[in-house]
């Protein structure tokens, strides 16, 4: 089980107000309800967290509750995928449940509330519903079959249920207040008519549930006691307590709580909106690794401690925001920069020649694999007179303040030798074909000599053992146009290439790496074959998001 946060949220002083008054039951049992209708996104897993942790700083349980009470959309994957991510994200449910599994007593419920002239079949239409159902200003009317009989209520339950209706033509509704201020309470459909099957009930049922009158029942027969849910149900709330209420056989009842949704900058939260661009082809699947989904995540490399940790630090609010996507990036970089080792990479490389080394001496050089945490030791990396550097770490007219490669310029090659670029050969079409250099040879690292001060220090790359990788670099999904409108951003994934230290290519799927001074990157889990090394990166070291 993943780490109890101590620290106190608005929840948490509404169940210790709840176990200090005996209103609710001493175990405390929470559940996460997802729909099986898609893959998990960012904001699943805050909800995730925040029932689990809540569970676990009680000593309580979670369960996992699929919420599958509408027939259609649902597929075994998604099942699959949901339960692969919340045991990725670290947590293990009590009991895993399929609200289907409640359909009978659901049922028992609905019949009860007819019997007590509490629910009535209507026979309005959709827009009819609508239309009687008032505005905020305005009072809703009353059905015109709102005073049938218990008796034909009872009937025509009976035969919604044994399917002598078609989809629409009729509903049962709970009778409760047409004047309600809350809209909710202004005699909401409590079961409609859905000729589908289901997957779990296949064709037992033609008649199924809302979800504002299965919720309340599914949490109340597994005796969870603090039902969360995000801010939309806020107005649910009244209906939810109504029900529960109504059918009255549950001591100490559930009550839901809200709290605000995850919203993230250029971050699509909707499973509908992510289905449509898997379906549609404009993402590699789901697990795509620029799909806010847990499985594009963990693809990218993200870990489920810096996730966690995520969830942590923008704690429970109750009203709407819009945290920055950065912050997570940045839970991440704090999460990897004590576990994982640096590596020597370099892009758009740039082939040095160092004039006055020998042709056929290689020397293993030592470097170290982490500055942050010594005990990760060192490795030793092959250094001869042909190396590659990083396009980057080279300006033939230097900038102000550039202190890296340029034509007279003496900077550290990390862990090995000052080198001075004295000439820059081009190819015929006037791209640099490599750098003429010489090295002292006073200054390997480790000894006296390296003492001496210079400005700049960069890694570099033998050329010949260099690895060929392949590199994948993202940026947001999404963009905001010149109208301000969200619009998939076409710089989402740009591939280059580079050249890595030979250790680079025993990379195995899954393994993550600091590349020295760039970031950090992980071996994609698909792509990656033993002659090919693909890498995607994971987050840089710094944010580089700039403002468009
Ligand atoms: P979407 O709108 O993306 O389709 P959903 O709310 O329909 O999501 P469910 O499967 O019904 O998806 O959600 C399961 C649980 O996750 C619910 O309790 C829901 O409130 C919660 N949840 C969904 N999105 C978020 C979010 N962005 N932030 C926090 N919790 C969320
Ligand atoms: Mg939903």
Redesign the pocket.
């Known amino acids: 089980m993943a780490e109890v946060y101590e620290t106190n949220n608005f929840i948490h002083n509404a169940i210790d107000k709840d176990l200090e008054e005996g209103k609710c039951h001493e175990d405390i049992l929470t559940r996460?309800?997802?729909?099986?209708?898609?893959y998990?996104?960012?904001?699943?897993?805050?909800?995730?967290c925040?029932?689990f942790t809540t569970a676990a700083k009680y000593n309580g349980k979670c369960n996992l509750r699929y919420?599958d009470t509408n027939p259609v959309k649902e597929d075994m994957e998604y099942v699959r995928s949901i339960e692969e991510d919340v045991k990725w994200l670290g947590f293990k449910w009590d009991k895993r449940l399929w609200a289907s599994d409640y359909f009978d007593e659901m049922y028992e419920c609905a019949v009860q509330l007819i019997k007590e002239g509490k629910a009535y079949v209507c026979d309005l239409t959709a827009d009819q519903i609508r239309e009687y159902r008032g505005t905020l200003k305005e009072p809703g009317k009353e059905s015109p079959y709102r005073n049938r009989t218990v008796e034909e209520n009872l009937q025509l339950f009976e035969e919604m249920r044994e399917g002598k209706y078609a989809d629409g033509e009729k509903v049962l509704r709970a009778r409760i207040d047409m004047a309600s201020p809350n809209i909710n309470m202004r005699d909401p459909v409590i079961y409609r008519i859905a000729h589908a099957s289901h997957h779990n009930t296949g064709d037992k049922w033609c008649i199924y549930p809302m979800y504002d009158f299965a919720h309340p029942i599914e949490d109340a027969i597994e005796g969870i006691t603090h039902s969360?849910?995000?801010l939309?149900?806020e107005d649910h709330r009244p209906l939810y307590d109504w029900v529960l209420q109504a059918i009255g056989k549950w001591e100490k009842p559930p009550r839901q709580i809200e709290?605000?949704?995850?919203?993230l900058t250029n971050t699509v939260?909707?499973?509908?909106?992510?289905k449509a661009m898997v379906d549609d082809g404009r993402v590699d699947g789901w697990d795509d690794p620029r799909m806010p989904t847990i499985a594009g995540i963990r693809r990218r490399g993200y870990t489920p401690e810096a996730v966690r940790d995520f969830c942590e630090r923008i704690g429970v609010a109750k009203a709407n925001s819009t945290v920055e996507a950065d912050l997570l990036d940045a839970c991440v970089r704090d999460d990897l920069k004590t576990k994982v080792e640096n590596r020597n990479v370099v892009e758009n490389p740039i082939k040095v020649v160092i004039t006055n080394y020998p042709e056929d001496k290689t020397e293993m050089m030592e470097i170290e694999n982490s500055r942050e945490v010594p005990e990760m030791g060192s490795r030793m990396v092959p250094f001869s007179r042909e190396l590659w550097v990083d396009g980057e770490d080279f300006m033939e007219v230097p900038a102000k303040k550039y202190f890296r490669l340029f034509p007279g310029n003496e900077v550290r090659f990390k862990g090995a030798y000052f080198l001075t670029c004295n000439e820059v050969i081009k190819n015929e079409d006037g791209t640099i074909r490599e750098l003429l250099c010489t090295y002292d040879p006073e200054t390997r690292s480790g000894s006296e000599g390296a003492n001496r001060k210079v400005k700049g220090t960069i890694h570099w790359v033998d050329a010949a053992t260099a690895v060929k990788i392949k590199i994948r670099n993202y940026d947001y999904l999404m963009i905001d146009d010149e109208e301000g409108n969200s619009i998939m951003n076409p710089d989402s994934l740009v591939e280059t290439y580079g050249y890595a230290e030979p250790s680079l290519g025993e990379a195995k799927p899954g393994e993550r790496f600091q590349f020295f001074r760039k970031g950090f990157y992980i071996a994609d889990s698909e792509l990656t074959t033993d002659d090919e090394k693909v890498f995607n990166k994971i987050v840089g070291l710094k944010s580089s998001w700039k403002k468009k």
């Open positions: 996460f309800p997802p729909e099986p209708n898609g998990l996104h960012i904001g699943h897993a805050k909800s995730i925040l029932n919420d969360i849910c995000t939309e149900f709290f605000a949704r995850l919203n939260m909707s499973k509908r909106y992510l």
